[in-house]
C-alpha cells in the first residue's frame, strides 16, 4: 500500500484513497456532462449581474420614481427606457435592479438552509448509522417525527408567530429538510462500518469520533454534497412561496416572492412586474438542476462501477 492512498490510526494503516478522491472523481465525471457546463454557464453569468450590475447602474431598488412608474421592459412596449431595459414597477422602481438583488437574497437563503440541513442531517445520520443501538433508535424516531411534518406547515407556523428575518427563515428551512439527508447517511454508515478499514482501525486503538471525521466523513459526504444541488434550488422555490404569501424577507428589500406579490394585481396592464421574477428564478432553478443533475448522474455511474 503506498504512502499516498493510506493513512495510519494508531500502527494500522488504512486505504483512504477512496476517502480523498471520490469527490474529484464525481466532480470530474460531472464536468465532461454538457448539461454541467451549460448550467454552469448560466449561473456564472447570473451570478455576475447579481453581484456587478446593481453597483455598477447606481441604481437604489427602492427609490421611487413617479413619472417613470409602469414603463414596460425594451421589448415590450413603445414607451420603454433604456434606463430601466426590464422596465419599472407600479411605483416607479427599476425592475432589473430588484430582481437582481432579489436573486442575491435566494442565492443567499437557499445555499445557507441547504448548508444547516446537511451538517444537521449528515451529523445525525452519521452517529446514528455508526453507533447503533439505542442512540439509533432514539434518532430515528426523532427523524420519523420531523418527517411526518411538512416543510411548509412548519415555515408557516414557526414564521406566522415570529418577525421572519433572513436568520430566522434560513434557521426554519434548514431545520425541516435535514431527516432526508440523516436517512441517506445513517443507511450507508450502517454499511462502512463493518467494512475491514474500519475494523482495522477501532483495532489500532483510534477512538470512534477519530474513526467518523477522519475516515467515514471524507468518504460519505462528498455524494452528497454534489447533489445537494437540488436542494438549494428547491429552497429557493420555498423562499419565494413564503415571500408571496408575505412570511418572507419583509419589504421594502425586495426578493422574488414579495415582488411577484406585488405584481399580481397588476397582471392586465403591467405583466412584466410579476414575469420578470419568475423569469429570474426559472432561469436559476434550470442552471442548478442541469449541475445537480450532471453530479448525480456521475455519483451513481461512480458507485456503480466501484
Not at 177 to 199: D, K
Not at 260 to 278: E, S, V
Amino acid at each position: 500500500m503506498s504512502v499516498e492512498s493510506s493513512l495510519t490510526l494508531g500502527s494500522v494503516p488504512v486505504d483512504t484513497g477512496r476517502s480523498r478522491s471520490i469527490g474529484r472523481r464525481i466532480l470530474g465525471r460531472a464536468a465532461r456532462a454538457t448539461g454541467f457546463r451549460i448550467g454552469l454557464g448560466l449561473l456564472g453569468v447570473l451570478v455576475l449581474a447579481t453581484v456587478l450590475y446593481p453597483e455598477l447602474s447606481g441604481l437604489d431598488p427602492g427609490k421611487m420614481d413617479v413619472r417613470a412608474r409602469l414603463l414596460p421592459p425594451l421589448f415590450a412596449g413603445p414607451h420603454w427606457s433604456w434606463a430601466h431595459p426590464l422596465g419599472t414597477d407600479q411605483i416607479g422602481r427599476d425592475m432589473l435592479v430588484r430582481c437582481l438583488i432579489g436573486l442575491r437574497y435566494s442565492f443567499l437563503i437557499g445555499g445557507a438552509s441547504t448548508a444547516l440541513t446537511l451538517v444537521i442531517g449528515c451529523a445525525l445520520g452519521m452517529v446514528a448509522g455508526y453507533v447503533g443501538g439505542r442512540t439509533d433508535a432514539v434518532l430515528m424516531r426523532i427523524t420519523d417525527a420531523q418527517l411526518s411534518i411538512p416543510m411548509i406547515i412548519l415555515a408557516i407556523a414557526v414564521l406566522g408567530v415570529s418577525r421572519p428575518t433572513i436568520p430566522a427563515i434560513i434557521l426554519v428551512l434548514g431545520l425541516s429538510n435535514w431527516p432526508v439527508y440523516a436517512r441517506v447517511m445513517r443507511s450507508v454508515a450502517m454499511a462502512e462500518r463493518g467494512r475491514e478499514y474500519v475494523r482495522a482501525a477501532q483495532v489500532s486503538g483510534a477512538t470512534h469520533a477519530r474513526i467518523v471525521l477522519t475516515l467515514l466523513t471524507p468518504l460519505l459526504v462528498p455524494p452528497i454534497l454534489f447533489t445537494s444541488v437540488l436542494d438549494i434550488a428547491r429552497m429557493m422555490i420555498f423562499e419565494s412561496t413564503l415571500g408571496f404569501l408575505g412570511l418572507g424577507v419583509q419589504p421594502p428589500t425586495p426578493t422574488f416572492g414579495n415582488i411577484i406579490a406585488d405584481g399580481r394585481k397588476y397582471l392586465l396592464n403591467a405583466w412584466w412586474i410579476a414575469t420578470m421574477p419568475g423569469v429570474f428564478l426559472g432561469l436559476t432553478l434550470i442552471g442548478l438542476n442541469l449541475i445537480g443533475a450532471a453530479c448525480e448522474r456521475a455519483r451513481n455511474a461512480i458507485h456503480g462501477g466501484a
